[in-house]
C-alpha cells in the first residue's frame, strides 16, 4: 500500500483572524449596511437589553452592537467592581458597565479590531465616562494584569476563536478567585465536520 | 473546567438568527444564541472537587451535507 494519507492543512488562524477583523471593521463602518446577523438598537431589543441601559450611551457604539446575547442577565454588575469586557467591539456593553460600577470602579475593554476600539474611545468621551479604557489586544493574550477583575463579560466573540481554552485561561488567568464569568455566545446543535471547520467563511458568515 | 471554573450554567438559549438582512449558515447547524455564567474556582479544592463530581453526556447528531 503506497498511498499516503493525506494531512488536512491546519486551520489558518491569522487569516481567520483577518477575516474576522475585516468583517467587523466593516460593522464598524458601515453599521447600516445589513450582515448576516442583527445588530444595533434592534439587536439590543431582541436580547432584552433594558431601555435605561442604553440611556446615554452614544448613538455611534449602539448602531455597532453586534452581541449574541445578554451578559447582564447573568448577575448584577455591582458599584466599585473592576470588569474586563473581552471583545468589547464598539464599547457599547463596557459603557453600560461604566454607568453600572460608577466612578470606584472601572471596565476594560479589549478588541483587535482598531476601527472598533476608535468608535469605543470616541463613545466614552462623549458619554463622559472616565473609568472605561480601551485597550487592543487578542482574548487568547489579554492586556490586563493577572486577578484584576470582579467580573468577565464577553457577548458573541468567544464562537470566533479557534482556541477556546486558550481564552477561558486567559480569562480565567484575569479575574480574581471566585470571580464571575458572564457570557453571550452561541452553540450549535449539530456537530460540524472537521472539514468545515477549517473554512474560514463558514466562521463569519 | 480546565480553565479553573466551576458552576457552569447556561441560563438561556434562543434562536433569534432568523430575519437577519443576509443569509448565514447558522441555521445550518441549529445555531441558537446563549447566555452562560461561570465562577472562578477560590481554591485548588474546590477545583478539584467540582472536576470530580463532573459528568457529561452530549448528544452529537453529526451532519456532513450540512456543508455546501
Request: charged share 25%; proline share 4%; glycine share 10%.
Given at each position: 500500500?503506497?498511498?499516503?494519507?493525506?494531512?488536512?492543512p491546519?486551520?489558518?488562524?491569522?487569516?481567520?483572524?483577518?477575516?474576522?477583523?475585516?468583517?467587523?471593521?466593516?460593522?464598524?463602518?458601515?453599521p447600516?449596511?445589513?450582515?448576516?446577523?442583527h445588530?444595533?438598537?434592534?439587536?439590543?431589543?431582541?436580547?432584552?437589553?433594558a431601555?435605561?441601559?442604553?440611556?446615554?450611551?452614544?448613538?455611534?457604539?449602539?448602531?455597532?452592537?453586534?452581541?449574541?446575547?445578554?451578559?447582564?442577565?447573568?448577575?448584577?454588575?455591582?458599584?466599585g467592581?473592576?470588569?474586563?469586557d473581552?471583545?468589547?467591539?464598539?464599547?457599547?456593553?463596557?459603557?453600560?458597565?461604566?454607568?453600572k460600577?460608577?466612578?470606584?470602579?472601572?471596565?476594560?475593554?479589549?478588541?483587535?479590531?482598531?476601527?472598533?476600539?476608535?468608535?469605543?474611545?470616541?463613545?466614552?468621551?462623549?458619554?463622559?465616562?472616565k473609568?472605561a479604557?480601551?485597550?487592543?489586544?487578542?482574548?487568547?493574550?489579554?492586556?490586563?494584569?493577572?486577578?484584576?477583575?470582579?467580573?468577565?463579560?464577553?457577548?458573541?466573540?468567544?464562537?470566533?476563536?479557534?482556541?477556546?481554552?486558550?481564552?477561558?485561561?486567559?480569562?480565567?488567568?484575569?479575574?480574581?478567585?471566585?470571580?464571575?464569568?458572564?457570557?453571550?455566545?452561541i452553540?450549535?446543535?449539530?456537530?460540524?465536520?472537521?472539514?468545515?471547520?477549517?473554512?474560514?467563511?463558514?466562521?463569519t458568515? | 473546567?480546565?480553565?479553573?471554573?466551576?458552576?457552569?450554567?447556561?441560563?438561556?438559549?434562543?434562536?433569534?438568527?432568523?430575519?437577519a438582512?443576509?443569509?448565514?449558515?447558522?441555521?445550518?447547524?441549529?445555531?441558537?444564541r446563549?447566555?452562560?455564567?461561570?465562577?472562578?474556582?477560590?481554591?485548588?479544592?474546590?477545583?478539584?472537587?467540582?472536576?470530580?463530581?463532573?459528568?457529561?453526556?452530549?448528544?452529537?447528531?453529526?451532519?456532513?451535507?450540512?456543508?455546501?
Amino acid at each position: 500500500m503506497s498511498d499516503a494519507i493525506r494531512e488536512q492543512p491546519a486551520l489558518d488562524v491569522g487569516s481567520l483572524r483577518e477575516a474576522i477583523r475585516e468583517e467587523y471593521a466593516e460593522v464598524a463602518s458601515s453599521p447600516e449596511k445589513g450582515f448576516h446577523f442583527h445588530t444595533g438598537r434592534p439587536l439590543a431589543h431582541m436580547l432584552e437589553y433594558a431601555d435605561e441601559w442604553l440611556e446615554g450611551i452614544p448613538e455611534s457604539s449602539i448602531e455597532s452592537f453586534a452581541g449574541t446575547g445578554n451578559p447582564f442577565s447573568l448577575g448584577e454588575i455591582l458599584p466599585g467592581e473592576r470588569v474586563v469586557d473581552v471583545g468589547c467591539g464598539a464599547g457599547i456593553d463596557s459603557l453600560i458597565v461604566a454607568k453600572k460600577v460608577g466612578s470606584d470602579g472601572r471596565v476594560i475593554g479589549v478588541d483587535m479590531t482598531s476601527s472598533m476600539l476608535e468608535k469605543a474611545r470616541h463613545a466614552a468621551h462623549e458619554a463622559g465616562l472616565k473609568n472605561a479604557e480601551f485597550r487592543e489586544g487578542y482574548a487568547e493574550s489579554l492586556p490586563v494584569d493577572e486577578g484584576w477583575a470582579d467580573v468577565v463579560i464577553s457577548n458573541g466573540v468567544l464562537n470566533l476563536m479557534p482556541d477556546k481554552d486558550a481564552a477561558l485561561t486567559e480569562m480565567s488567568r484575569v479575574l480574581k478567585p471566585g470571580g464571575r464569568l458572564q457570557i453571550g455566545d452561541i452553540l450549535v446543535q449539530r456537530a460540524v465536520p472537521e472539514s468545515a471547520k477549517r473554512k474560514i467563511d463558514l466562521w463569519t458568515g | 473546567m480546565a480553565a479553573g471554573f466551576v458552576n457552569f450554567e447556561i441560563t438561556w438559549r434562543k434562536n433569534v438568527f432568523g430575519g437577519a438582512p443576509q443569509a448565514g449558515s447558522a441555521e445550518k447547524f441549529g445555531t441558537l444564541r446563549i447566555n452562560f455564567r461561570a465562577r472562578k474556582a477560590v481554591n485548588e479544592e474546590e477545583l478539584t472537587a467540582a472536576l470530580a463530581a463532573l459528568s457529561c453526556e452530549i448528544p452529537v447528531d453529526s451532519t456532513e451535507e450540512a456543508v455546501a
